[in-house]
């Protein structure tokens, strides 16, 4: 068995400035069944609240591959960055990897390879069609490229003042805060840019950007993203919040990341200190399957939440992995328990090689009305297509409006009966 250390990576040098302290460590009386299991049991999420328990199946994954390495080691963040599984030979101590998997690394690869060893710990290590596993290991698949693929699908090179600046709408404007990610998910609509160390974090860069802001009153909100910016040290995210929050027009800050379902570790009492200083601060969470919900998810959005940061989660519609009712629903159930609200359910983009993700639209109409009416509203996220060369987010209903009859109109429910209603102003 190697211990920990010989799966450190050369892709390290990306870390950031490691100056936080690492959180609370994890007592080993969690360590129970060693039984992979779907849809973490709620009793086990409760626990979790007391912020010293681990999942079940990571303490198995740990206790096979990483029995050297410390409580204290697992939960610091830095450590599962820095040991980040990046390489194929890596890749095949945890996997028995299918024909299709090895198939992939035939290729040079254009979107790397990186899975942070408490995400492994979430694959089925025997089945290559389990969604997290498909997720985030490549496969032959994504070298085919179909007609409709393109690598920038939604035009944001075309609409990029800077470089890793887009302003699309007016009043927003999206900052690509480096290229990073400690996971990279294979169907990432930027997969032309992340993990190619192109977009930097760097302060001129970072400078020019918050420049181009300051000099368009226009823009109220400001979305960071990239890559993932809560890979950033709490110094850097504190340095670069306060600048945006200096400039009067900004009304709104805004942080994609999914970090709480691929390291949620790194949300820490210090980080929350840091966001709590610079409301209002909105955070769009990537959550894509149930089984990313588990108690350290939980704690990690607990932590969030009770920070005063509204939650919202972006879903991508992906073939084999999410695109049935009952999974959506255990989805968005478990979002809803993790004052996360589900917000847009995405249908997968066509960037290069995603044909094996990409669904039909009807199959995500058909995934809405499963959803609207049998469960909370809350619970139901916008479907959207984001439009081809910049068109924007689109958002696809199914048909609940009939027609008119006269000034009646005619409306199905999601039982599918009809109800008449009678629209007095309208004018016939
Ligand atoms: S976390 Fe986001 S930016 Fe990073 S690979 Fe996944 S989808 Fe792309």
Redesign the pocket.
Known sequence: MRSAKNVSTPSARLIPENEEEPPGSISPAARTSPAKVLFFEPSIISRAKSFKKQNSITSAFRRKFFPMVSDKQWNDWHWQVINRICRPDQLGRFLNLSQAEQNAFKHSRKLPLSITPYYMSLLNSNDPDQPLRRSVVPTEHEFSKMPEEEDDPLGEESQSPLPGLVHRYPDRVLLLVLDF?T???RY????RL?GKGAILPSQSRLERAIEYIRNTPSIRDVLL????PLTLSDRKLDWLLARLREIPHVEIIRIGT?IPAVLPQRITPQLVRVFKKYHPLWMSL?FTHPEECTPEAYRACGMLADGGIPLGSQTVLLNGINNNVDTMKALVHHLMKMRVRPYYLYQCDPISGSRHFRTSVENGLEIIRGLRGHTSGYAVPNYVIDAPKGGGKIPVMPDYVVGYQGNELILRNYENKEFRYTDSACRV
Do not use: A, E
């Open positions: 990610c996971t990279y998910c990432c609509t930027r997969s992340v993203s990239g890559g993932d999914k990537h």
